[in-house]
């Protein structure tokens, strides 16, 4: 039987995270653990090398695979990990010969031409969902068909030519699929967790409950999932969620999806069975600003929900309307005024430098972070994703990207009229001002006295944060 590997290239802390490497996130990619569960389904040979979470190099890692002597390679990778994704297919033919290289991920369904083109090593490129392509991939070479005949979303090679089968149709039922192969995986979970501020509890599973997202931020990348969204049922959901208690001992939820709280009622449901089988779990999500409204937030609350992540991005409307992100000032005080309300902590992400960025608008958001009743701050610099408007508008401009580069925590595009100085200062400025007050610690400290996870959690904060400032320079990590 063909032997097929799935890998995360490697990355190590420092690329990923920057200074904050050491208490940056050990996440597993989902996307992996479903296409292993579900090659496994089909009666597929398979294993999971997750190279970044482990913190190989490229040689360790060639090694590894080689030592497995596998038929075929599928690699995940985003803008950040291509490059690192594509030395390893390099090596790796150098070595096994026979051996065929698909990606999938990001990266490569907004850019699989341009991939497939200057990499010759890449046998093929699976757009969007990969668990039924991939498998038809596995199939048709076992069969010893063409590789790309029948399937959908693959741009493969057929002699020198490049074909693309383009994506007709995502995957609708989500709940045809096995849960994801956490068995799998070395050390899961002890040897996983979520970035120092954004667990309270150990060990964690991040978990995604939908596909998709209908909002069309003009910076970001929904490439793999498209703008329409499909569920898992409440009734997997919780099953999974059983299995991950019962079978891995997890205690806290991170769920990832781009919009969790897009169906009021779903939510609802779920946190009502969450509530009903008294499941040992806390959990934290995302969400945009006006998908909140009291009646969610208080179930979401008695539901042990302790944290929401929302997108506010900005302070300055002009830039919010860049950035297509469709909201307003007001929602986003009235969400957090709300959150707060319901005893949630609240995290804001912001992003600084998007095109038309200038001093204005950046003190526009260092006063309305001031004037938040917001918990949390996580301020990135927009970053130029393929696959999003803004990437193409800079483009146009005669941008220049590097993608090894392009994790978040640098300033790589520097908007007409402003400096890197500039964007790392203000970044610096808002978050010394939002930190550093009394009222900040106080409420912290209050928070930290009515429960011991808290404290905890409050104190691996305060200590990143005290490393942070000793070394004079601040940068932080975004999760979504
Ligand atoms: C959770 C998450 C994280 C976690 C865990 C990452 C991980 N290992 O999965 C952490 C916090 C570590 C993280 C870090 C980063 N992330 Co992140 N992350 C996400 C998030 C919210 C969910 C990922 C997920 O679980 N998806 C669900 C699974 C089922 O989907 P999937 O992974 O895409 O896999 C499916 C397909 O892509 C495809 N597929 C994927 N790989 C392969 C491989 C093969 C061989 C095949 C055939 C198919 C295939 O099939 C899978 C199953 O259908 C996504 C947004 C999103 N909605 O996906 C952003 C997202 C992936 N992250 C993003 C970014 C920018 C980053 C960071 C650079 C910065 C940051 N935010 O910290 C770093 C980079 C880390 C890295 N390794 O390169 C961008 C990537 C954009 C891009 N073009 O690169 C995304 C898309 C968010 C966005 N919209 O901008 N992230
Ligand atoms: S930022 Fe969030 S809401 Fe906006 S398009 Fe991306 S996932 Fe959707």
């Not at 399937?151 to 002699?159: E, P």
């Not at 959990?283 to 609350?301: A, F, Q, T």
């Amino acid at each position: 039987m063909l032997r097929t590997v799935l890998l995360t290239p490697p990355l190590s802390p420092e690329q990923r995270m920057g200074m904050l490497a050491e208490g940056g996130a050990i996440m597993p990619s989902l996307g992996l653990l479903y296409i292993a569960a579900f090659l496994r389904k089909e009666g597929l040979s398979v294993s999971i090398l997750d190279a970044e979470s482990l913190g190989l190099d490229t040689e360790t890692t060639i090694h590894s695979i080689a030592k497995q002597n596998p038929d075929i390679l599928g690699i995940t990778a985003t803008t950040l990990s291509i490059i690192s994704a594509i030395a390893v297919a390099q090596k790796i033919k150098t070595i096994i010969p026979h051996i065929r290289v698909f990606m999938g991920g990001p990266h490569v369904t907004a850019m699989p031409r341009e991939t497939m083109e200057s990499f010759q090593d890449i046998d093929g490129c699976v757009l969007g969902d990969g668990e039924i392509s991939f498998a038809r991939i596995i199939h048709n070479i076992n069969n010893g068909l063409e590789i790309g005949q029948d399937i959908d979303g693959l741009v493969w090679r057929k002699g020198n030519e490049i074909l693309i089968n383009p994506k007709k149709e995502h995957l609708k039922d989500l709940d045809i699929l096995p849960f994801p192969a956490w068995d799998l995986l070395k050390g899961f979970p002890e040897y996983y967790r979520p970035p120092f501020h954004s667990y309270k509890r150990l060990p964690v599973a991040n978990i995604i409950t939908t596909r998709g997202c209908p909002f069309a931020c003009s910076f970001c990348d929904r490439s793999v999932f498209g703008n329409k969204v499909y569920s898992h049922s409440v009734e997997y959901i919780m099953e999974m969620v059983e299995h991950l208690i019962k079978d891995f001992g997890i205690r806290e939820i991170s769920i990832k999806d781009d919009t969790f709280l897009l169906s009021p009622e779903r939510v609802v449901n779920f946190c009502r069975q969450l509530r009903k089988k008294r499941l040992d779990i806390v959990w934290s999500c995302n969400s945009r600003v006006n998908l909140v409204n009291d009646i969610i937030l208080k179930e979401m609350k008695s539901a042990r929900c302790w944290m929401i992540s929302y997108g506010i991005e900005s302070g300055s409307p002009q830039m919010l309307r860049k950035m297509a992100k469709g909201i307003t000032k007001k929602e986003i005080l009235d969400a957090l005024r709300l959150t707060r309300k319901h005893g949630i902590v609240s995290k804001g992400f912001f992003m600084l430098g998007v095109p038309g960025e200038t001093v204005e608008t950046l003190k526009q958001t260092q006063s309305f972070i001031n004037e938040l009743p917001l918990d949390e701050l996580n301020i990135n610099f927009f970053t130029p994703f393929p696959g999003t408007r803004l990437f193409r508008e800079v483009i146009e401009e005669g941008f220049n990207p590097d993608f090894s580069r392009m994790n978040m925590l640098e300033p790589v595009y520097i908007p007409k009229g402003l400096t890197e100085k500039d964007l790392r200062r203000y970044q610096k400025r808002m978050i010394y001002s939002f930190y550093l007050k009394l009222s900040k610690i106080g409420l912290y400290l209050w928070r930290a006295s009515k429960d011991f996870h808290e404290f905890k959690r409050l104190l691996r904060m305060g200590k990143m944060f005290i490393a942070v400032i000793s070394s004079g320079l601040v940068q932080k990590t975004r999760s979504n």
